[in-house]
């Protein structure tokens, strides 16, 4: 059959240039992105850890009220429960085989993440507030 196509895609799946999953590489973009955004925060993160080690809640209040220290915290925040619930996913689909299991391990896993960051973020905004 001189006619047959020598791929098993559709021809919007060739496209679109997407496998199974319909998501591509998406994933896996936003995982490194997240990655980079942690590396160059980490030093600023760091230091200011370390300028809080000693210091009485006045004084980390005073240090965490200071806007730019406050952002740089905040996009630490997100950018590591991003990166974190990018990647427990991607465990929970390649090592959890049931379906009913998976499907409950990730909205398990974005629930936690979502907590953790909503916690985060409440914790940074009630001591940079100085409440």
Not at 67 to 74: F, V
Request: proline share 3%; hydrophobic share 55%.
């Amino acid at each position: 059959m001189s006619g047959s196509p020598s791929s098993m895609r559709t021809p919007l799946g060739r496209v679109r240039n997407l496998g199974a999953s319909h998501s591509g590489t998406t994933d896996f973009w936003r995982q490194r992105l997240t990655g980079v955004a942690m590396t160059l925060l980490i030093v600023p993160v760091l230091v200011v850890i370390l300028t809080l080690v000693g210091r009485n809640h006045a004084a980390a209040a005073q240090i965490l009220g200071s806007l730019p220290i406050a952002i740089i915290l905040l996009l630490f925040i997100i950018a590591s429960t991003w990166h974190m619930k990018i990647g427990m996913q991607v465990v929970i689909e390649d090592y959890v085989h049931n379906e009913t299991l998976k499907l409950v391990s990730i909205m398990a896993n974005n629930f936690f993440c979502f907590v953790v960051a909503l916690a985060s973020i409440y914790a940074l905004l009630k001591l940079s507030s100085g409440v």
